[in-house]
Every structure is written in C-alpha cells, then in structure tokens.
C-alpha cells in the first residue's frame, strides 16, 4: 500500500496565484520530499524535509511538516505557467527506511 | 555529468517478444532503482540495488520481470516475453545511497509500447 498520497488529484489556477499541496502518509517517517515531473520527463527533486524539521524553503517553493498530523505540504507562491507539472511527495517505506514510496501524485496546471 | 541515461528512449515490440531496457547510472551513485509509470498505478517502485545488490524486488509484477546490474555504471531491465499490459514509461533512477534522505535522480525514461 502507499506510504504517501497527495491532495488533491488535480490543481488549477491562474499564472500569479499560489499553490497549495497536500501529502498525507500513513506511519513515521525520517525523510519526505517532493518531486516535479513535467510532461513527458523524469522526476526532478526539490526539497527534503526531515521529521525533526517543521519548515523548509527554497525559492518560491515552502514545505511544512506536521508529524502528529502525518502530513505535509507544498506552497508555490507566484505561480507562473512553467510550474504546470504533476508533484509528487516521496517518504521512506512502512517497513522499511531504506526503501521510496512515491504517491500518485497532484496534477497543477497553472493558467496563463 | 551527463546525468542517468536510458535507452531506447521508445520502444514498440509484438506480444511476446523479449525487451531490453537499458540504464547508466551517474557516476559515483550506489544505488540504483526502476520503476514503472502508468496512468493506472501510478510510479511503481520495481527493484532498486544498493551497491550492485538487488535488495528489494517485491515489485517486479511476475517473472516475466528480471533485472540485473553487473557492474556499478550498468543495469538492465528485461522482460520476457512481453504482454500489452506491459505498456508504461519506464524510469532508472540513481542517488548517492538508498533511503528517503538522498535525492534520486531520474533518466528521461524508456516508453514501452507492446502491441
């Protein structure tokens, strides 16, 4: 079964606004991050968030991790059309920290 | 770096014929993992080896499925004989170990279409 799954399936909204993602996973974990992947490309790391840490940012990009809640998420700011990608949060395994799992994934479509 | 390569970019193959997909992982990575995209599953974890080992394969659908690495810049993904539902891009991914701590970067994929 999957460790994390993101919220919601699907995202649109105008070039300008933010965005907002939600990742939800079921046990503890030590590590999360979050991945983008364009149309018809491979996956492309942004962010690691570790379960001791609450906040993290890069760029427009902010995480926030709530461990008694499970979950985290993913805040772009300024949206422009370029960040139209699926966003995907990757945490280690139930059973196991060595492996990834990722979740299906949230569909953004930022509109020009 | 050039990055993880994969080849064929695409490949369309007959029901029951045997493929081949092929991975270069970046230099210096230990880890090294496939996976399968569809719009049904999603990205599906298949095998990943920690320092040319196999360690979890739980995600090899069948035994049609095999995966090997011979050495630490080469893996190669087989299956034998392919079916239809086959059908999905398929991603080799490297990082500098396995765990959710370190950043796994992604080849351009390999899209599979069995027919």
């Known amino acids: 079964s999957q460790q994390g799954e993101e919220d919601p399936q699907a995202l649109s909204i105008q070039e300008g606004e933010n965005a907002t993602m939600n990742c939800s996973y079921k046990t503890s974990i030590n590590n999360l991050q979050w991945y983008r992947q364009n149309s018809g490309r491979g996956l492309v790391h942004l962010i690691l968030?570790?379960?001791?840490?609450r906040e993290k940012h890069s760029g427009r990009l902010r995480v926030t991790l709530d461990t008694s809640k499970k979950s985290s998420s993913l805040l772009i700011t300024a949206s422009r059309a370029a960040d139209t990608a699926s966003y995907f949060c990757a945490t280690d395994a139930a059973t196991s920290y060595d492996k990834v799992i990722f979740g299906p994934g949230t569909s953004l479509s930022v509109i020009p | 770096d050039a990055g993880v390569i994969q080849s064929p970019r695409h490949e369309v193959t007959e029901m029951g014929q045997e493929v081949t997909l092929r991975c270069k992982p970046i230099?210096?990575?230990?880890?090294l993992f496939w996976y399968r995209q569809t719009m049904m599953r999603g990205l599906e974890l298949l095998i990943y080896f920690n320092n040319n080992v196999p360690i979890d394969d739980s995600g090899m659908p069948e035994d049609r499925f095999s995966a090997k690495m011979p050495n630490a810049s080469f893996s190669t993904l087989k299956i034998q004989p392919s079916e239809p539902r086959d059908s999905a891009v398929y991603f080799c991914?490297?990082?500098?170990?396995?765990?959710?701590?370190?950043?796994?970067?992604f080849g351009p994929g390999t899209r599979l279409t069995v027919t």
């Open positions: 230099s210096g990575h230990n880890s």
């Open positions: 991914a490297s990082s500098l170990s396995s765990g959710a701590f370190y950043e796994q970067y």
């Open positions: 968030i570790r379960s001791n840490e």
